[in-house]
């Protein structure tokens, strides 16, 4: 692997890789632009071969692997001190043939199934934005799932819309708050939360990224100092998309999930966003029952997860 030393070299590489190999199979969805993070940050890696051409982002505990290669070729000898992980996103009506077609494919070429993601909607109803983040109290009603993971539980209301001062939070009859993620502290607390949650394929370095960036957001819900569940999101033009959702085990069981859900909801719904969005995993029945509950559904689209341990 040789390091991407610039965005212009990314997108050379990925221009001259189509020209030579033609007609291309690729899972890589994104501009160009979307490596730039990584080139910053020396995280992204390139090897080119005559069968096209391999982009590695480092993500710590593994590399993540984009390819614009000949469909009819195998991919070039793979090198790695750690696994490499490839995610195939079926778009909308992909029929389970086309799905099972795709997983032959990686399987002839060492990969092994690891998981599936089911990707959930929530449509925001006019008029549905709740009141800006006060000092109002929040009723949390008690239920019974686990938020373990990513969350779950059924609670109540909302956090703020922007990113003014924290001196705007909700309060829950819990004692919890609920606010904005802006100083250095609590967004150390968070990230701690969050990749205490992780499972091997999630992303722990973009973590400590999301919190410089002007799109990403996060709230937390807090009892004084101390964090108990974080939720980062991302408003895009039209849509907001949840990352990440994560309740310390002390806190579970007990409406945070949902409180910290429906924040995310009131913040896109504020912002004049008409659509929330989140991947979950399959084996992820409390975070399914949660969405659900909140009424987001499944839509006919996932993301397979491949690995390949020996390299």
Not at 36 to 64: K, N, V
Request: glycine share 8%; proline share 6%.
């Amino acid at each position: 692997m040789r390091p991407v030393s610039d965005p212009a070299m990314c997108r050379d590489l990925i221009g001259e890789a189509r020209k030579r190999v033609g007609t291309v199979r690729s899972n890589c969805f994104a501009m160009a632009a979307s490596f730039d993070p990584f080139i910053e940050e020396g995280r992204l890696y390139y090897e080119e071969s005559p069968e096209g051409l391999c982009l590695f982002t480092d993500e710590g505990r593994y590399f993540q692997l984009y390819y614009f290669l000949n469909p009819a070729s195998d991919f070039p000898r793979i090198r790695a001190e750690k696994p490499v992980l490839i995610e195939e996103t079926n778009a909308r009506g992909a029929r389970d043939e086309e799905i099972a077609r795709a997983a032959g494919w990686y399987g002839a070429r060492g990969f092994q199934f690891f998981k599936r993601n089911g990707y959930y909607t929530c449509t925001l109803k006019p008029g549905e934005t709740e009141r800006p983040c006060g000092t109002e109290r929040i009723p949390v009603r008690r239920e019974k799932d686990d938020d373990s993971g990513r969350p779950a539980d059924e609670s109540a209301e909302p956090p703020s819309e922007n990113r003014r001062a924290e001196s705007e939070t909700a309060h829950s009859e819990e004692g919890w708050t609920l606010r904005e993620v802006r100083d250095p502290e609590t967004a150390e607390q968070v990230i701690t939360l969050w990749e205490a949650s992780l499972d091997p394929t999630d992303i722990p370095l973009a973590h400590r990224r999301f919190i410089r960036s002007g799109t990403d957001r996060a709230l937390c819900a807090a009892d004084g100092t101390r964090v108990l569940g974080a939720v980062w999101y991302r408003l895009g033009r039209n849509t907001c998309e949840e990352r990440h959702l994560a309740v310390h085990p002390d806190a579970r069981r007990r409406g945070l999930g949902t409180l910290l859900l429906r924040g995310v909801m009131n913040a896109a719904a504020a912002a004049g966003k008409t659509l929330v969005n989140t991947w979950i995993s399959d084996t992820n029945a409390a975070s399914i029952a949660l969405h659900t509950r909140a009424g987001f559904r499944e839509q006919p689209r996932n993301c397979i997860q491949y690995i390949l341990k020996e390299t």
